[in-house]
């Protein structure tokens, strides 16, 4: 702060006011509460340009990614192509489908500086045993191969508990130690307070911190840089891992390098 004295002389007597003003710091600039509030928040990361990639059936099929990939999983209805477009900055990447229980394939799509992988629903009790069965091996198989996996996005309502499919799904990431972070869907239906109450109540029936939960709106954008903030950070991480390992394989291993959290 700096301040100004200045003076003036009202019925015989003088007056001091003082003033003050924001000195802004060397090569900075002032941050008026005007300014603070309409400041545009600036992406974590820009996504241009998403595309459909292809669909697998089988683990024969599988992609190999020349770059960090990205899983999201969840229930039938839990809204993973809305998130997806969401994401995609897109509104029909990802088709949607009024009946959940539609995505029986992986989907992949190039989201420019990573791979996003799109797995078959779980829970939908509409759909035959023998297809469940057939949808349970397509994603053992999927990530049986968890070297080529970054990350995982579990998409959950923010509505409710979770369910047994969410909890299963949750102990199978934790005993394949795949990294992963709970993604709540519609919190556009819910109030403020009430988002960070079901956030406290959601993670204390998984198990987890509640910094390992973001809460999401594909209809509002709430949420939306959080997971980009997430992506970023994976992508950073998985690509330093690939920079180490090509550096051991040619014997230059730069210990100074650290995966951030």
Same mark, same amino acid.
């Given at each position: /702060? ?20 924001r000195k802004p710091k060397e090569g900075g600039q002032v941050c008026d509460e005007n300014t603070a509030v309409n400041a545009p928040v600036q992406p974590a990361l820009v996504i241009k340009n998403a595309e459909f ?8 099929? !599988? ?5 960090? /990939? ?12 809305? !998130? ?24 992949? @799509?190039? @989201?420019?500086?990573? $791979? ?26 999927? !990530? ?30 934790? !005993? ?16 403020? /307070?009430? *988002? ?5 109540? $959601?993670?204390? +029936? ?19 840089? +959080? ?7 994976? $992508? ?22 650290? *995966?951030?959290?």
């Amino acid at each position: /702060m700096q301040q100004k004295k200045s003076k003036k002389k009202q019925n015989g007597h003088t007056m001091y006011a003082v003033k003050y003003e924001r000195k802004p710091k060397e090569g900075g600039q002032v941050c008026d509460e005007n300014t603070a509030v309409n400041a545009p928040v600036q992406p974590a990361l820009v996504i241009k340009n998403a595309e459909f990639i292809t669909s697998a059936a089988r683990a024969d099929q !599988f992609i190999t990614p020349n770059k960090p /990939m990205i899983a999201v999983c969840g229930k039938s209805n839990v809204g993973k192509s809305s !998130f997806i477009n969401m994401l995609a900055n897109r509104k029909k990447l990802a088709k949607t489908s009024s009946e959940p229980g539609r995505t029986r394939l992986v989907n992949y @799509f190039d @989201f420019g500086e990573f $791979i996003l992988a799109d797995l078959p629903g779980y829970g939908f009790a509409r759909v035959s045993k023998g297809e469940k069965e057939k949808w349970a091996k397509t994603l053992n198989a999927f !990530f049986a191969d968890k070297e080529k996996i970054s990350h995982v996005f579990m998409l959950a309502d923010s509505r409710h508990d979770p369910t047994e499919d969410d909890v299963q799904m949750l102990e199978f990431l934790n !005993f394949h130690i795949l990294p992963f972070t709970v993604v709540l869907t519609k919190a556009d239906k819910l109030s403020k /307070m009430k *988002i960070k109450e079901h956030i406290r109540a $959601i993670a204390a +029936d998984l198990y987890l911190g509640e910094s390992n939960l973001l809460a999401t709106s594909s209809e509002t954008g709430y949420g939306k840089n +959080d997971v980009l903030k997430k992506i970023k950070t994976v $992508i950073d991480n998985a690509n330093l891992v690939r920079e180490n390992f090509a550096e051991a394989e040619n014997g230059d291993v730069d210990t100074d390098n650290e *995966i951030e959290e």
